[in-house]
Structures are given as structure tokens and as C-alpha cells.
């Protein structure tokens, strides 16, 4: 590799927003051939700065550089003259198109004046192995998964002859196998000479990956240091103070069943599903992606059907499929895709925390809009959104500041059971233990809460009992004195569980990948 050289250079740059300052006097550099971590709670303005580099947003002052010039980056495609290339959460990919249509979309190379096909899904096909992605360029998109979809945007971004990879938590939804494999290129395109910015709130990602690591708080740049600092020290830099107990569990006496399955059987899905959930407890679900662990909450809140099977809420059975039904008893269920599911990303922060409450607060067709401001502002405090007001609209909100409205909206509703699916995903770590510290709170007053997640750690911390699947059934029960990642692991991949299993689980397939462990 040749010598490094300072590719990027950001010096003081300052942006805002009606009434939020995202950027403040904002240092940044990027040097050929190095990992530069961005790291920062949700809110701290790395997106801004990230945005900014990739010409979605100009800065109101401060200067940027290339290669030691003065520039600016009026637009996308100034940044692709620069060679900077960005990879969003969300992918910028034509789910119709074709691997090698989305790869040199409006660059498609040209033969006496007609797309040269061959052409375009040969170079394509080089950029495909480059990212060690084995699938034909004349797959259509919508075919792949989250995994592949993230190798055909590196590979767009290597068309382009990007010598700046701008990556946003890009393994905020993948599982240990594919975070290895992503990790393998990323290393490659080191080697390569390709900067790379990452973005991630996986602490342990960092001294895997990283070289440098600067630290946003509320939009400052707060210190840039090695990326081999100590976990403590870094989450002390985000969050300007330490946390000492990342799983702060506080384990209250468990009462009464509050939530009871049995039965519950979707051909295809899950089979001979049976728990209860008790009030002061948190029950985890664990498995091996594809378990059926969604598929199985989205059932019991009624979103999906299931064909055999009961659901009991407070001793009150609900009729299948019946959402309302299932608010009306007490449930609710915080989505793992909260955008998409969970949140009406272009209606305001009060609207979006008083969804479940509207029917209940509306008088002969009529909302008492006054009551659902003081409700909405009441739980915003409580769980303190950061916004510049409660008219301010989710889709501008951080990640951390968006899953508190989700939870928020079932808490004015005073859900009695709760059911989180990946409740942290995407979340930065100090608004991950603001997270645990309200589950803490609502399984203090009796409320129970069903949690699902793919962050082994997070689920045995915060976990009274692990319910294991694998391949659709309960393959075992673990309470949270015996439950290891080990232990999780043997019943999910079904081997012989550690106690007396509710199902016994089919063999799982091999090469089958798990969740995420630290």
C-alpha cells in the first residue's frame, strides 16, 4: 500500500436547523488506508456531518478539504467527482432493477449509442467477487437480503472508483457471520488504499476495526483518540458521564401470569408455541435468525393470523388476528422495524404518541386535543425525547429519540404487557440504558415485558428467563442464573438443551446464523 495521505479534512464547520444547532465547530480527517470510527449518542450530529460530506447538506460555515484543496460539495454529484461514496441504513438500491442495473445505474455503459449489457454484467461481475458476493449480476434486487444488498452498495461504491467510504451503522442488522464477512472487505479496501468513515454504536466493533475514533457530543467534536481506548473511556466521552452498569436489571418479585400462550401453531411458521409472562418480569426471546421469534409476537398482538393456538391477556382470552382487541386488553408491541411499523415518520412527535390513546381520548368523533398535548408532553418529559417540540416531526428525530416515541405511545396507553422486538437496534449505548432503566420502571409497577433480540448480551442481561427457538418451536427455558451465551447457543442450533425444554426442537440446518454476541 502506498504511503497515506489526508484525503479528507473537515476544520470548524457549523450547520443548523430551526431551532436545533447540529453541527458546532465540528474537526474532522480521513487518511488513505485507515478505519476512522465517528462515534456519538443518536442526536449528536454524526448524520448531519455525514450528510454534509455526501452533498445532501451544505454547511452555514467552516471549511471542507480533498486531497489538501479547498472544496465544496454542492450536491451528490460533487461528492462523486471527489470520490466519495456513501453507504446509508437505508439502501439506495431499485428493488426491480437487476445487481448490475443498480451497480452502474445512469452509467450504464454504452454500444453504438444501446446499453452494452454484456459489458455492464462483466464489470459487474468483477466488482461482485471484489466483494466476495456469489450471485448472478442479473439478480433482481428484491431477491436478496439485507446482507447482500449491503455488498451490492460497497460494489457501487468501488464502480465508482470511491477512494472515501462513508459506512452508517452498516451492521446495525446483521448477524455475527455477516458482520465477519463485512469486516473482511472493509480490511480489504484498507489495504486497498479506500479511507473509510464507520459508523457504528457496537463498542466492541471499534478495536476490532478501527484505527482512529473521533468522538460528537451535541454536536461537538469532543476528541479524537486511538481506537483501542478503553470501552469506559469512550462511552464517557459520548455521553459526558460514566455508566457503570451497562444492563442496570433490577429484579422485582414476579406476580401473576399477565400474559399466557398455549398452543399457538402457524403452519410454516412456529409450532406448539407455550409461555407465560409474569407482572415484574422480563422474559427474553432468543434464536437463531429466522426462529420464528417476530413471527410469534406479531401473532400474539394479533398483527398476523395464526391457525391453532390460545392467547390470554389478564385471564382474558383474545380472538385471533384482532389488534384492537389486543390494545383494548393491554398489549402492545414495539416493532423491530419502528420506521416502517412503528412510527408516521411525517407526522409530529404529539401525534405520533398519542396513536394509541386517539380513540380513547375523542369525544362524539371529536380529539381533546388539549388533553393529548398534556399526556404527550407529560411522556416526553418522562422518557426525555430530545426535540426542539412536541410539534417537531419523528422523521427528524435521532434513532434513540424515535424508539422512545414508540415505547412512549403503549406507556400512555398503561400497557400492561409490552412486547419488544430489537428494542435497542441502531440505539447508541447511553439511550440503550435509558432504554433498560425504563423496563426497569415498568416491571417495578407489575407490568411484564416480552423482549426480543439479536444482542445476546443485551437479552441474558436484562432477561429474568430465556425462552430459546429454534426452527419455529421452544426448543428450551433458561432462567437467568443458568442462561450463557453457551448454553443459549446449544438450544438454539438444537443441540441438548441445559433443562427440561416446553418443545423438543427439530435439528437445525448447519450453516445457520446466529445472533449477535460481544
Known sequence: MSQSVELLRVEGVRKTFPGVVALDRVDFDLRSGEVHVLLGENGAGKSTLIKMLSGAYRPDSGTLFARGEEVRINGAEDAERLGIATIYQEFNLVPDLTVAENIFLGRQPRRFGMIDRRRMEADAEV?????????????????????????????????????????????????????????????????????????????????????????????????????????AELVQLMVGRSIDQQYPRERPDAGEPLLSVRGLTRDGLFHDISFDVHAGEVVGLAGLVGAGRTEVARAVFGADPYDTGTVD???????????????????????????????????????????????????????????????????????????????????????????????????????????????????????????????NELTASGHAVLMISSDLPEVLGMSDRVLVMAQGRIAGELPADEATQDAVMALAVGAAPTTTPTDDADTAETGKEGPRGH
Do not use: C
Not at 428525530?397 to 437496534?425: C, F, H, M, Y
Open 313 to 439: 391477556v389478564r385471564g382474558e382470552r383474545l380472538g385471533k388476528h384482532d389488534v384492537t382487541a389486543a390494545m383494548a386488553a393491554g398489549l402492545g408491541l414495539v416493532p423491530e422495524d419502528r420506521k416502517g411499523q412503528g412510527l408516521v415518520l411525517d407526522a409530529s412527535v404529539q401525534e405520533n404518541l398519542g396513536l394509541v390513546t386517539l380513540r380513547s381520548a375523542s369525544r362524539s368523533g371529536l380529539v381533546d386535543l388539549k388533553a393529548q398535548r398534556t399526556a404527550a408532553a407529560r411522556i416526553a418529559e418522562q422518557l426525555g425525547v430530545r426535540m426542539a417540540g412536541l410539534g417537531q416531526h419523528v422523521r427528524t428525530l435521532s434513532g434513540g429519540n424515535q424508539q422512545k416515541v414508540v415505547i412512549g405511545k403503549w406507556l400512555l396507553a398503561d400497557t400492561r404487557v409490552l412486547i419488544l422486538d430489537e428494542p435497542t437496534r441502531g440505539i447508541d449505548v447511553g439511550a440503550k440504558v435509558e432504554i433498560y432503566q425504563l423496563v
Open 127 to 231: 466488482l461482485l467477487h471484489r466483494v466476495g458476493l456469489h450471485v448472478s449480476p442479473r439478480t433482481r434486487v428484491r431477491e436478496l437480503g439485507i446482507a447482500r444488498l449491503q455488498m451490492v452498495e460497497i460494489a457501487k461504491a468501488l464502480s465508482l472508483d470511491a477512494r472515501v467510504l462513508i459506512m452508517d451503522e452498516p451492521t446495525a442488522v446483521l448477524t455475527s457471520e455477516e458482520v465477519d464477512k463485512l469486516f473482511r472487505i472493509v480490511r480489504q479496501l484498507r489495504e486497498d488504499g479506500v479511507g473509510i468513515v464507520f459508523i457504528t454504536h457496537h463498542l466492541d466493533e471499534i478495536a476490532a476495526l478501527g484505527d482512529r475514533v473521533t468522538v460528537l457530543r451535541d454536536g461537538r467534536s469532543i476528541d479524537q483518540v486511538p481506537a483501542s481506548t478503553p470501552e
